[in-house]
């Protein structure tokens, strides 16, 4: 979002509009983003900005996990989160027929407009303007959530439905929205100002006997270009200036008829990319710039993606695992939190808001929790940046 660097209570207003529509952008500031989507900054710049607010928010703890609002527990109700305006953070519906907004300021839970049911949609993106792109898996029509006025809007656009996407990001200076191919060989790329599905260049070649999550979710690089997680695929970067795919020469992807690893974290040296390990027992460490990998010692299995947090570390997201874990770059050591989650996949996403705490959004829960306490501010351009914000 283009809102400069503002003190993380602000709230949020839409961003201001020179003639023709174009968002203003601001002046780049020490010490933050800016404008997140100018990656005409060195890489190194954005992400020593990240370090940089990291330390301000020093002091930054988990804590006790708490309940901060209940709903009823559905299995898979939701998949996929995004951190909006205002402290506001959105579950996209997977088995639920309404999407979940829950405002942190108010610890208060709301259910918006009517999706269908499921697997029409999962996970979202959140817009240049502030709203949100609702991603459709088996859906044929997107969805545009505005989190602040409350609206759901059908933009235009034919999608191929049958679960043909598992997640996405902002590319192309915020332009265009990457998706990420699930039940099908290529992504896809949607045109915001035209309203318009292109096919981008490059096909996911499926092993014999696999036909599903070639890639579960996408990242944007600081270099402008996206990285396509691997599911039963290899891993893959797409240049959206060059309409090029290039595939890893690793085994990052497939294993037998199970995925590997479910989406994960650019880490705040910016190089390197945390692998989230779904059905694999390790963390993976993937350098995008010289298509390198290791493995992190300590057993971590059974996490659905993860998030950057205040202090530089990162916490995995518990999916079939009963713990959540927390990996830290600057010593590259794997540990356990002390609570309990079910292991039925609890928990949707999770994102740290504005006043200091991680909202982690119920999938099959009958809560949305939270770790840390309020009254260590977190400066919400970080968070809101496609260089840090996940799922």
């Not at 506001?88 to 259910?111: H, R």
Request: charged share 10%; hydrophobic share 35%; with cysteine.
């Amino acid at each position: 979002m283009n809102v400069g660097i503002l003190p993380p209570t602000t709230q949020y207003a839409t961003p201001p509009r020179a003639v023709g529509g174009a968002p203003i952008r601001p002046a780049q500031t020490p010490g933050g983003i800016g404008d997140s989507l100018d990656w005409r900054r060195p890489s190194w710049q954005a992400t020593q900005d990240a370090a940089f607010a990291s330390v301000r928010a020093g002091g930054w703890q988990y804590g006790t996990l708490r309940s901060a609002a209940t709903i009823s527990a559905v299995s898979n109700n939701y998949v996929g989160t995004v951190l909006a305006q205002n402290g506001l953070v959105w579950a996209t519906p997977f088995a639920g027929t309404g999407g979940l907004i829950f405002d942190s300021v108010n610890n208060a839970t709301s259910v918006l407009g009517s999706f269908g049911g499921s697997p029409n949609f999962t996970s979202g993106v959140l817009m240049n303007d502030g709203r949100i792109f609702v991603i459709p898996r088996a859906s044929t029509t997107a969805r545009i959530v505005d989190p602040v006025n409350r609206t759901v809007t059908t933009p235009g656009g034919t999608f191929p439905g049958g679960n043909a996407y598992t997640g996405g990001c902002l590319c192309d200076g915020g332009r265009k929205i990457y998706l990420a191919a699930s039940l099908q060989s290529t992504g896809g790329l949607y045109d915001i100002q035209r309203q318009a599905l292109l096919t981008p260049a490059g096909t996911f070649t499926f092993d014999a006997g696999i036909s599903q999550n070639a890639t579960t979710g996408a990242l944007l690089l600081p270099d402008g270009r996206v990285f396509c997680f691997p599911g039963y695929h290899t891993a893959a970067i797409y240049d959206p200036v060059n309409d090029s795919l290039f595939a890893s020469s690793l085994s990052l992807g497939w294993t037998g008829s199970t995925n590997r690893f479910f989406g994960g974290v650019l880490l705040p040296s910016g190089d390197e990319i945390l692998l989230v390990p779904q059905n694999v027992s390790a963390i993976t460490i993937y350098n995008w710039r010289r298509d390198t990998a290791r493995t992190v010692t300590g057993t971590a299995t059974g996490h659905l993606g993860g998030q950057l947090m205040p202090d530089g570390s990162v916490l995995l997201i518990p999916g079939s695992s009963t713990a959540a874990r927390v990996y830290r770059p600057d010593t590259d050591t794997l540990t356990t939190l002390p609570d309990t989650f079910s292991g039925s996949n609890p928990v949707a996403g999770a994102h740290v808001v504005p006043d200091g705490r991680l909202v982690m959004m119920p999938r099959s829960d009958s809560a949305v929790r939270t770790y840390g306490v309020r009254g260590t501010p977190i400066d919400q351009n970080i968070q809101l940046s496609p260089f840090f914000n996940h799922r």
